[in-house]
């Protein structure tokens, strides 16, 4: 997710958080600034994209606690709580990843469940399933790659330069596995 995405998504709520405890517009500005300059700059830290909504949230809370620390105006900690409904979507990842093992051939959804969800090492799964061990490697790996594929064609994720997903999950609606 880029800075931009990043600010279309979330901006109108940090200026109403931040001006719901500031109460001055200018200085709301000028803390939403600070804000998403911090967000910019630090957003390929952060390890869970899940989590970018409460993370921005405590950039702006703790860019409002040094405003008023060098004006030298108290204000109760209390009043601190960030007042964020974090959406309980209806939609989660799991049902996504349902949706993305069903679609899998049965050649690769068999050993990898075998592998990635039993635990099972992979030569006890080429054992299981009467095949050789590089066959069940390959289809251990090939699930995997339909599985990340599932989700970026479901869900927009995408590849970070890692190779690990990474996005937010789509409205139901929006999502083309899970309809």
């Not at 994209?49 to 405590?58: A, G």
């Not at 900690?77 to 209806?90: A, G, M, R, V, W």
Request: with cysteine; proline share 2%.
């Amino acid at each position: 997710m880029t800075t931009q995405q990043v600010w279309t998504k979330y901006a109108d709520d940090v200026k109403h958080f931040i001006l719901s405890k500031v109460k001055d517009t200018t200085v709301t500005d000028d803390l939403l600034q600070e804000t998403f300059i911090k967000v910019h700059t630090k957003l390929h830290t952060l390890k869970d994209i899940t989590k970018l909504k409460p993370w921005i949230f405590t950039i702006a809370r703790n860019k409002m606690m040094d405003y008023f620390k060098d004006t030298n105006q108290t204000v109760e900690l209390k009043n601190f709580e960030i007042q964020t409904e974090i959406k309980e979507h209806s939609h989660t990842e799991k049902d996504c990843l349902r949706g993305i093992l069903k679609s899998l051939p049965k050649k690769y959804r068999d050993p990898l469940f075998l592998s990635d969800i039993k635990g099972l090492k992979q030569l006890e799964v080429a054992e299981q399933l009467n095949q050789n061990l590089p066959t069940t490697k390959s289809q251990i790996q090939r699930a995997r790659k339909l599985i990340a594929q599932g989700f970026m064609d479901c869900c927009g994720f995408e590849l970070n330069d890692e190779g690990k997903l990474i996005g937010e999950i789509q409205d139901k609606e929006d999502c083309k596995v899970c309809k």
